[in-house]
Each structure stands twice: as C-alpha cells, then as structure tokens.
C-alpha cells in the first residue's frame, strides 16, 4: 500500500514499507546456480561492516543479467542486485523474500537482517535470498530521477494549496518531474518497471539458483509481487505468504480512501496514549486531539520552524507523523517530536521526515522515492477523469481529518502518474479479478486488524477472493511476520515447512 506522506500529491498509489523475514519449505532442488556468488561490498549497495560477524561467511551477494525486455533484445539488459544467506547445513530449498516499497532494497534488508534470521532453525537447510528489483537499490540502471537539491527544494514547497492557482502549480510542477524522470532515466527503462516485467525477472532469479520452484514470502507491497508471480509461474511457488496485503486490481481512489482510514485509526490510537501521558503536545482529553494536532501544524504553513540549520515545512512535519503512524514503536518519538515543534523547535520532526525520505546527514539522498512513483505509475492504472481526483481530495479529508488542513476546496490536482511515461506491459500477468493460476499453493495472509497501510478490510478481501488461509492479529502495526509474535510465527513457519494452515481463521 501506499506510503500517503507526502506522495499523496504525486501517485495515487498504495504501498507500503519494510518488514522482517522468514524461512522457506522443504523439497529436493536441482543443482547448479547461473549467479556468481561474492563476497558483498560497495557495488552490491553494502558496507562489509555492516553484516555480523556470525554470518559474515554466509552472506553474499551477486548479480544477474536479464533482458530490458524479453520481446525486444535490441533494449539490452538489466543488471539485478541479488543477496542470499546460505544454509548452515545442506540445502533442502530455497525462500525468496520481498519487503516492501516498491522501492525498498531487497540487499540491504536481507544483510540487515542477516543475523536475527541465521538464529532460526530453519535456516540450516534453507537459503534465504532477496533482490533488489529492476530500477531500485544496487540494481543498474537504477531510477533516480531528481537531484539531492531538487529534492529538498520539493520538501520546503506548499503543495497542498487546493485553490485553482495552486492546483495549476502542483501540476506544473508534477508534469516537470515527470519530463526530467523521462531524460535523465530514459523512457525505455521508465516504461517497463512494472512489477508484471519483476515477476519474470524473479523467476529467471529461481532458474539461475537452479530451484525447480521456489517458497515466496511478501511484505506489504511485496504481496502484490507475490500475487502477480502466482498468476503467472502458479507451478513454479511451493508456498506462498502475504503479509499486509495490497490487492492488485483494486480501485486505486478507493484504495487510497481505504489507507487514509487506516492512518486516521492509527493516529486516534496514537493520541489516545499520547492523552494518558505526562506532558502530551496534545493535551489530556481523547476529544479533541485531531484540532490541537493541527493548530501545531498550522503556523508551518506561514513559517517554517527551525530544525537545526534547516527550516521544517507543514508537508515535512505531516510525513514525519504519518512515517511514526507504521509501527506502535515510532509513537515515543513522534510525541518528543510534537512537544518540541509545539515549543518552536522542528530538528526533531525534521530527523523523522529524513528518515522517511532517505536523506542521510551529509544530504545525500537514496532513490527510494523515485523508485516508488515510478513503479507505482506503471503498476496502476491511470485515472484520467479530474472528476475523480477531486473525489479522491474530498474523500481523502473526511477519511483522515488529521490530514486535512483546512484548505480543501472540493477539488484535488492530478496525480503525478496522469504526467508519467505510459507503461509497457509484459503480458500474461495478474488477471481481471485477481486469482493466481492453477496449481498455485494455497497461500497463507496474515493481517494486522490495525495496519495503518495495508488495511484488514482489504486483507480480508483478497484472503476470500483467492481462498487463502487468514492469520488475523489483533494488534496495531503494519505488517507482523517474525516480529517476535510466537502465535504468527510458529504457524508461519509451519506452514513454509509442510503447507500446514489453520482449518479456520487463527487469532494471535
């Protein structure tokens, strides 16, 4: 699902961020491997320092050519960063994980979380591999589409001005950044990062590890992966687990509604704590909370707060808050971050927009973010009609009033997509209503009933749609998998190592 920080102006998109890992089933695998296994390093997107000494001979990295596109040699090639902790013992199959994004590094998640996965028992007879996908992370050419400049320029502007001026601005500058995404990438990359032309690549990763089929387990966007390789190699998975579902052939208006509810029961949640403390920004009444968190917004609008030799714009502290809204674990730093903005002070505010947006200390961007809208925008599909758009604004502020900040005028700019490079799809893909093929393995969702970005009602939705196996757990938080919940992962885990779901939906 889609992260709504900011980029609820640019894609009208869901997706969603990170997660842990898990291990995969057993079966005999054939031999062989086409991926040159290496020690990781700078060129694979990792710092040796950072893989544990306890691992550190388990970890490596490699890359795989794959065709731009399989139909058109004369385009080339993409180079995909590619990471696997090998087996302590020998090999019974491997897992391939996704975590999330579009955009997120699947190198980077996989070493970082190396040593916590290497404590499992299951990882004695099971690889466990990641990639980044085509146009993300150390994958060549990767999308980047803006500079470090151009980046905080975008952050300090007022893109939330919904009168006619400002929609006209907003889409000026969109229709921009789309153009220079389109030169300095190239449009015939651009058009073909869809996660239809990820599946292929994916299972091309499976035939050079030599697996006759592969387990798959998908975090948040990475469910959308999942979903889309079974509808196309459904012979090709052993298992299949969705964690914090997006559905592939939603709606994309109503699915932006369904995140912003999502956000808005988080933050009640969040400021019902917030209320019980000692010294909450927000005061010590449940009622009420939405309207004191906007009048410390408010002033941002006008004038920026100081944030350590930088300034903090109302976009920058609405990103931060909806960044601490994931996980139950960002509320502590959220309400320092209140206290401080609500006395002037925005550096604090700031370190979590950063955070979000991938900016380092030195200034440096990553390109998640460009990687994000520019999947999105050739994932889904375009909604043309500024009818629509103007629903999505008008809805969205009644869906998330912690969202809103007075500013509504019944009408809503374009999304950034309507600007973007049209997309060239591989064929073959995720049909019209979204079930994986035959003799695909049932495949086991677990939901979150309070994930602010991938919503139960949607999980629940697809679970029915394609007859999955339901682990529902009732706790806020977005995505739940091998978070240290012995219920989830001890059925997780049974059910990568022999297919066993629950008979009926099973609580944790």
Request: hydrophobic share 40%; with cysteine; net charge negative.
């Amino acid at each position: 699902m889609a992260i709504i920080g900011r980029t609820v102006v640019r894609p009208v998109v869901i997706v969603a961020v990170v997660a842990m890992l898990a291990l995969g089933g057993c079966r005999l695998v054939s031999s062989g491997s086409g991926i040159d296994w290496h020690a990781c390093g700078p060129d694979d997107g990792v710092a040796s320092a950072t893989i544990p000494g306890s691992v550190a001979g388990r970890v490596s990295c490699g890359r795989l050519s794959v065709p731009l596109d399989p139909r058109d040699p004369g385009l080339g090639t993409v180079s995909l960063a590619v990471a696997r902790l090998g087996a302590a013992g020998p090999k019974a199959g491997t897992l391939v994980i996704n975590p999330g994004g579009p955009g997120g590094s699947g190198v980077g998640h996989l070493v970082d979380s190396s040593a916590s996965l290497a404590e499992s028992a299951l990882a004695d007879t099971h690889d466990i591999v990641s990639f980044d996908p085509r146009g993300v992370g150390a994958s060549r050419p990767v999308i980047g589409c803006r500079t470090d400049a151009e980046r905080d320029t975008e952050r300090a502007m007022d893109l939330g001005d919904r009168s006619a001026a400002g929609i006209a601005r907003v889409e000026r500058y969109q229709a921009t950044v789309a153009l220079e995404c389109r030169e300095r990438v190239g449009p015939d990359v651009l058009a073909r990062v869809g996660t239809d032309f990820v599946a292929g690549d994916l299972d091309r990763i499976r035939t050079a590890l030599g697996e006759d089929a592969i387990d798959f387990l998908g975090y948040s966007y990475g469910t959308r992966l999942g979903l889309e390789y079974a509808a196309r190699y459904p012979s090709r998975l052993g298992a299949l687990v969705l964690d914090g579902v997006v559905d592939p052939v939603a709606d994309p208006i109503d699915a932006s509604i369904e995140q912003h509810r999502g956000f808005q029961q988080a933050f009640d949640a969040f400021a019902a704590d917030c209320v019980r403390r000692p010294g909450c920004s927000l005061g010590d009444r449940a009622d009420g909370t939405v309207a004191r968190y906007r009048a410390i917004l408010a002033p941002l609008l006008a004038d920026p707060a100081p944030a350590g030799g930088r300034t903090l714009s109302a976009g920058d502290a609405e990103t931060a808050t909806v960044a601490s809204l994931y996980q139950r674990s960002g509320w502590g730093g959220l309400r320092a971050a209140l206290v401080a903005l609500a006395a002037g002070d925005g550096t604090e505010m700031m370190r979590l927009a950063d955070s979000f947006e991938g900016r380092d200390d030195d200034g440096r961007y990553d390109p998640t973010q460009d990687a994000f809208t520019a999947i999105t925008c050739a994932d889904d599909p375009r909604v043309p009609d500024r009818a629509r758009y103007d629903e999505l604004d008008r809805r969205a502020r009644g869906a998330a009033p912690f969202r809103d900040d007075g500013r509504g005028s019944g009408r809503g700019p374009l999304g950034i997509c309507e600007f973007w490079v049209p997309a060239v799809h591989a064929g073959g893909g995720m049909p019209d209503d979204g079930v994986p093929g035959a003799g695909a393995p049932r495949a086991l969702v677990v939901a979150s009933t309070a994930d602010p970005a991938t919503p139960y009602p949607t999980a629940m939705a697809v679970a029915r749609r394609i007859g999955a196996a339901v682990i529902s757990v009732d706790r806020p938080g977005h995505t739940s998998v091998f978070r240290g919940d012995e219920c989830v992962d001890g059925a997780v885990t049974r059910y990568l190592s022999d297919l066993t779901v629950p008979h009926t939906t099973l609580g944790c």
